[in-house]
Nanobody, 114 residues
Framework: QVQLVESGGGLVQPGGSLRLSCAAS????????MGWYRQAPGKQRELVAR???????NYADSVKGRFTISRDNAKNTVYLQMNSLKPEDTAVYYC????????WGQGTQVTVSS
């Protein structure tokens, strides 16, 4: 049974930081491309960042220079370090694992507000 479990969301002031984690089980984690997506109210789910099995990252233009994706294959975990957060980063953040099919976590809420 595949499980992707996100953690680390919460309420933060503009300019603050959060670190999201996604722990995976039931998959051969090291061969999966792992990603973070987000969905704000009334908007479509969008890619935030992804990292390939070889460790190559790519980012949405809106988060370049502020967010960093990383992975620890020994811990079957992918991270998203979010700095300089803005109110427009408010969304539910979802972890995604992709190889021959997509797996999704349940999501974690990130709210950026003063």
């Amino acid at each position: 049974q595949v499980q992707l479990v996100e953690s680390g969301g919460g309420l933060v002031q503009p300019g603050g930081s959060l670190r999201l984690s996604c722990a995976a089980s039931g998959i051969i984690f090291s061969i999966y491309t792992m990603g973070w997506y987000r969905q704000a109210p009334g908007k479509q789910r969008e890619l935030v960042a992804r990292i390939t099995s070889s460790g190559s990252p790519n980012y949405a233009d809106s988060v370049k220079g502020r967010f960093t994706i990383s992975r620890d294959n020994a811990k079957n975990t992918v991270y998203l370090q979010m700095n300089s957060l803005k109110p427009e980063d408010t969304a539910v953040y979802y972890c995604n694992g992709r190889w021959t099919q997509d797996y999704w976590g349940q999501g974690t809420q990130v709210t950026v507000s003063s």
